[in-house]
C-alpha cells in the first residue's frame, strides 16, 4: 500500500476508526511510532505523512508530519473502446489497466456482445480505489457506454481498431485511442463498417481473449 484513501478532512491530528483500523491494525500490523501517507477523498492530490501516536478503544491517533501536493499519472492518455463483455472478466484485468495508467474506458454493445450484461460502476469504483492505494495513481479510469461502434466511431474517427489485418501496429508514439472487440470479436457487418478505419493486428499468431487484448496494447502504449 502506498497510501491510505480516507474520506476525513488531513488536519494536524487524525484518528482512523472502524474498516480502516482494521486494516491498519489487523492486516498491516501497523503500531505506534509508524509513519503512514494518507489521501483525502476531498482533496485527493494533497499526500499526507503520518505519525502514530497511540492505538486504544479500537481507534488509531495520528499527528500531521508533512504534506505535499503530488499528482501520479501515466506519461500518456490512453482511451480504450471495449465491446461488452462479461463484467467478472473485466473486473479481473480492472487494477492492471488502472496501475498500468488507462485514461478512460468505452464500454460499446457490439453486434455480438451479450445484451443482459450490465456493469457496475460503484464496484469497478471501488476495485479502483484499492488499485490506487496500491499503485499510488492519483486519478480513476473514466468510464462511459456507446450503443455500437459506429456511434464510437463517428465522435471518434481517429480511433485505432484492432482485428486480423494485414497491418501490424509497430509505432504506437501516436496512439491514443483504440478500439478492441468482444469475445468471438467482430462480426461481418461490423468488419464491412471498419473497412474505412485503421485497422491493425498484434505481431502473434495466436489468438488473444478480449481481456488480454486489452492489456496487451494498454502495456505496448502506456509503459
Known amino acids: 500500500m502506498i497510501y491510505l484513501l480516507v474520506d476525513e478532512q488531513l488536519d494536524e491530528q487524525l484518528i482512523i476508526k472502524g474498516e480502516n483500523f482494521k486494516y491498519l491494525v489487523k492486516v498491516r500490523r501497523h503500531s505506534e511510532g509508524d509513519s503512514l501517507l494518507f489521501r483525502s477523498r476531498k482533496n485527493i492530490e494533497e499526500l499526507v505523512k503520518y505519525k502514530v501516536i497511540s492505538i486504544e478503544n479500537r481507534a488509531m491517533n495520528l499527528e500531521k508530519i508533512s504534506s505535499v501536493y503530488q499528482r501520479v499519472e501515466a506519461r500518456k492518455q490512453l482511451h480504450i473502446a471495449w465491446c461488452v463483455i462479461d463484467p467478472k472478466s473485466v473486473e479481473k484485468v480492472l487494477p492492471s489497466l488502472n496501475e498500468i495508467g488507462v485514461s478512460q474506458i468505452s464500454f460499446i454493445f457490439c453486434d455480438r456482445s451479450q445484451k443482459n450484461f450490465k456493469h ?3 464496484r469497478f469504483d471501488r476495485i479502483l480505489e ?3 492505494q496500491q499503485s499510488g495513481r492519483t486519478s480513476k479510469i473514466v468510464f462511459d457506454q456507446y450503443k455500437s461502434i459506429k456511434d464510437f466511431l463517428e465522435k471518434f474517427p481517429d480511433t ?3 482485428d ?3 497491418k501490424t501496429l509497430d509505432d504506437v508514439s ?3 485511442r483504440v478500439l478492441i472487440g468482444c469475445e468471438g470479436g467482430f462480426s461481418e457487418n461490423e468488419r464491412t463498417f471498419l473497412k474505412s ?3 491493425c493486428k498484434f505481431d ?3 489468438v488473444l481473449r478480449s481481456e488480454s487484448a486489452v492489456l496487451a496494447i494498454a502495456s505496448k502504449i502506456l509503459l
Open 197 to 199: 478505419f485503421d485497422v
Open 160 to 162: 485505432k481498431v484492432f
Open 130 to 132: 484499492t488499485s490506487m
Open 164 to 166: 486480423f489485418s494485414d
Open 120 to 122: 457496475d460502476l460503484k
Open 204 to 206: 502473434t499468431d495466436l
Open 174 to 176: 501516436d496512439v491514443q
